[in-house]
């Protein structure tokens, strides 16, 4: 994923852990933060995302299709910018 950091890319896994922070809620592809990819989505976001089922334990081990721009210092986050950015497979 580094190698395509800048660009809009469609990335497709299995949610290892959630991180659930105050503005910021982390799905992470890799148990160990900063091992893996990590979806990011805005606590609004977050909060539509509950209210149509989603929550940190049903996600766990599921996989899931996102939309959107490869960021941060390692190139290994892609942030949701809205519902249709995010698809779960199974």
Known sequence: ??????????VEGRIAAVGERAQRTYLNFERRP????????????WRELQ??????SALTGKRVRVR???EGRDGL?????????LEMID
């Open 68 to 70: 959107g721009v490869i």
């Open 51 to 56: 209210r149509g089922g989603w929550t940190a």
């Open 77 to 85: 986050l892609v942030e949701a910018e809205a519902r249709s950015a």
């Open 1 to 10: 994923m580094r190698a395509q950091a800048g660009r809009i890319v469609v």
């Open 34 to 45: 900063g091992a893996g990819g990590s979806i990011v989505l805005s606590r609004v976001l």
